[in-house]
């Protein structure tokens, strides 16, 4: 079976729709940065759901997007995130029970999905997390990007096709 030719025009009328989801993409891609970016400089920051303990409200592979506030203003019915007090890792479950006691908040928080609850307690001038926002399934997305592979995958080859393409437009005279 011979391989047909593309004809000059189709590739052509390609390379608009091509640029401008590249741009979409990127421009995506440079907004999720800025918030993210903004939030780790205010004290929050991004953190990828590993399990499914806040069904429905959001599952494992979840992006949210976490602000950091005073613990005395977190409030019963708010999704916060908090070290484990088992092991540290990052928690982030609904508050059930919210109490100040002078030097100390206590919490009562659950996942959505569970059926037993954690008791723990900061020191009222710490911190803890709020959900701000949820970007559904994005997680997956920038922990494969956190790896090696991904970094390649998603860095290191888009960045050296873009500057072969830019370097093919300046051979060509700058035209587009």
């Known amino acids: ?14 390379k608009p729709v091509r640029r401008a989801a590249a741009g979409v993409l990127v421009g995506a891609a440079l907004a999720l940065a800025a918030v993210v970016g903004w939030l780790a400089l205010h004290g929050g920051g991004a953190f990828t759901v590993l399990s499914s303990s806040m069904a429905p409200t959001f599952r494992a592979g979840d992006l949210v997007l976490i602000e950091r506030i005073d613990p005395r203003t977190a409030a019963a019915g708010e999704v916060i995130a908090f070290p484990s007090p088992a092991d540290g890792r990052t928690i982030v479950h609904r508050a059930q029970r919210v109490t100040a006691d ?3 908040v ?5 996942g959505d999905a569970n059926d037993r609850s954690e008791r723990w307690a900061v020191p009222a001038d710490g911190t803890v997390g709020r959900v701000r926002w949820v970007i559904p399934r994005v997680g997956h997305v ?3 990007a956190a790896s090696p592979a991904g970094w390649l995958l998603l860095v290191a080859v888009p960045g050296a096709l873009l500057a072969a393409m830019e370097l093919r437009r300046l051979r060509a005279g700058g035209r587009t």
Not at 106 to 110: C, E, G, I, N, S
């Open 142 to 144: 920038t922990r494969f």
């Open 1 to 14: 079976m011979a391989a047909t030719a593309v004809p000059r025009s189709a590739a052509r009328s390609a």
């Open 102 to 104: 002078g030097a100390r």
């Open 106 to 110: 206590a919490f009562v928080t659950r």
